[in-house]
């Protein structure tokens, strides 16, 4: 079955950076999305960023110039590089795989979720 598992979270200060990463395994094929999703506390779950198998990327706009989502497909591991964080970014991360064919930052499209990882800054 698939697993996804996200490390990488913790405590920064405004304007500093952080970087998720998220291990995948048990795919029988390959997802066409992977995205980051953020909850913050008493807030709906909300997109950060998605990569398409094309290598395209749709990013929210409160994380556009400061966000990076990447990929490594050796080891199926994606990558969320978070720079100039700010403290309205404090959530847990998540990521997650869709297998459907056209990729949208909404989390009713994605099937697999990691368990995700806490984001605070301060």
């Known amino acids: 079955h698939v697993q996804l598992v996200e490390s990488g979270g913790g405590s920064a200060q405004a304007g500093g950076s952080l970087r998720l990463s998220c291990s995948g395994s048990g795919y029988l094929n390959s997802p066409y999305c992977m995205g980051w999703f953020r909850q913050a506390s008493g807030k709906k779950r909300e997109g950060v960023v998605l990569?398409?198998?094309?290598?395209?990327?749709t990013y929210a706009d409160s994380v556009k110039g400061r966000f990076t989502i990447s990929k490594d497909n050796a080891d199926n591991t994606l990558y969320l590089q978070m720079n100039s964080l700010k403290p309205e970014d404090t959530g847990m991360y998540y990521c997650?795989?869709?297998?459907?064919?056209?990729?949208?930052?909404?989390?009713?499209?994605?099937?697999?979720w990691g368990q995700g990882t806490q984001v605070t800054v301060s």
């Open positions: 990569l398409d198998t094309d290598g395209s990327t």
């Open positions: 997650a795989a869709s297998m459907l064919n056209w990729c949208q930052l909404v989390p009713g499209r994605y099937s697999y």
